[in-house]
Nanobody, 125 residues
Framework: QVQLVESGGGLVQAGGSLRLSCAASGRTFSSYTMGWFRQTSVKEREFVAAITSSGGSTWYADSVKGRFTVSRDNAKNTVYLQMNSLKVEDTAVYYC??????????????????WGQGTQVTVSS
């Protein structure tokens, strides 16, 4: 069973940067596509980015494309989300998860499992 722990969130001014980390336990981490999602109190959980097991392919939500970069280090069992040019609307709790359902789209939350506890990102104007 893979367990995930996110870190790296915080308070940053608009235009600033943060790097989130998602540390995984378990020896099967490198076998899975990993996803990043975010959620606010008024919005449902939404897709941010995903990366295949090898790191060879990545996908991004249109709202973050060109600003965020997802990467992974399988030797360290860690997935990263580099967030640049942050906007106020990026404020949310960010979660990482393991994609378990390959018959569902990579942007669908139901395709993922083993959600971490989340890390808060707050962008001030």
């Amino acid at each position: 069973q893979v367990q995930l722990v996110e870190s790296g969130g915080g308070l940053v001014q608009a235009g600033g940067s943060l790097r989130l980390s998602c540390a995984a336990s378990g020896r099967t981490f490198s076998s899975y596509t990993m996803g990043w999602f975010r959620q606010t109190s008024v919005k449902e959980r939404e897709f941010v980015a995903a990366i295949t097991s090898s790191g060879g392919s990545t996908w991004y939500a249109d709202s973050v494309k060109g600003r965020f970069t997802v990467s992974r280090d399988n030797a360290k069992n860690t997935v990263y989300l580099q967030m640049n040019s942050l906007k106020v609307e990026d404020t949310a709790v960010y979660y990482c998860a393991v994609r378990r359902r390959n018959d569902m789209g990579y942007a669908v939350p139901s395709a993922y499992d083993n959600w971490g506890q989340g890390t808060q990102v707050t962008v001030s104007s």
